[in-house]
């Protein structure tokens, strides 16, 4: 059995992906987690799909989450969790924001936008929980603080400290932005998942 733990975060640009995938290795690492990361974001700012591979146990060798071994699926818009399910090891959880977010091919009528995506991924998943990110980001202030409010979600099925995930936070927040973050990361903590 390897100690390697796997989180595959999927969303499209413009969501802030790649500062939650950087703040969750901080934290892992202000853990004690030998930590690796890639990141895919080639279309990033144009609402293209965003995917960060994140790898942490005792020895990482490669950051790169394989097939059928991610332990969390860690979405940021329902479709793109529903791209990369192959990618969840069976038992693995799925943790997404009940948002979505047409891609090109919808929005230029070309194809349909699924129906129901959370029905499917409880019918599916053993272990889903979908997250009203976007509605908790506005009470802490800034909807673009949906991605705090979703690491806050996160930190609930994660044995790290809560103190920990704050220092990292106030790491990678600019200091401007950090009172409004720090309220985004405790409302996804204590009220972010719905089921």
């Given at each position: ?27 892992l690492?202000?853990?004690g987690?030998?930590?690796k990361?890639a990141?895919v974001?080639?279309?990033a700012?144009?609402?293209g ?5 994140v790898?942490?146990?005792k ?5 790169t ?5 991610a332990?969390?699926?860690f ?10 399910l192959?990618?969840l090891?069976k038992?693995?959880q ?11 091919s ?21 272990d ?8 908790l ?6 909807v ?5 409010v ?44 719905t089921?």
């Amino acid at each position: 059995m390897t100690d390697i733990k796997n989180i595959l975060l999927a969303g499209v640009g413009g969501q802030g992906t790649l500062l939650a995938s950087e703040i969750l290795s901080e934290v892992l690492m202000l853990a004690g987690h030998d930590v690796k990361k890639a990141e895919v974001h080639g279309m990033a700012q144009r609402g293209g799909s965003v995917v960060s591979h994140v790898r942490y146990g005792k020895k990482v060798l490669s950051p790169t989450i394989a097939d059928g071994t991610a332990d969390i699926l860690f979405g940021f818009e329902l479709l793109e969790t529903c791209r990369y399910l192959p990618l969840l090891k069976k038992g693995g959880q799925v943790i997404v924001n009940n948002v979505r977010i047409s891609p090109p091919s919808v929005a230029l009528g070309q194809d349909d936008y699924p129906d129901d995506i959370p029905g499917y991924l409880h019918k599916n998943i053993d272990d889903a929980h979908i997250v009203n990110g976007m509605e908790l980001a506005e009470q802490a202030g800034n909807v673009r603080t949906v991605n705090v409010v979703l690491i806050g979600a996160l930190s609930l099925y994660m044995d790290i400290k809560k103190d920990l995930w704050l220092q990292a936070i106030k790491s990678m927040v600019p200091e401007r932005f950090l009172d409004l973050n720090i309220r985004a990361f405790k409302l996804g903590r204590e009220s972010g998942i719905t089921d």
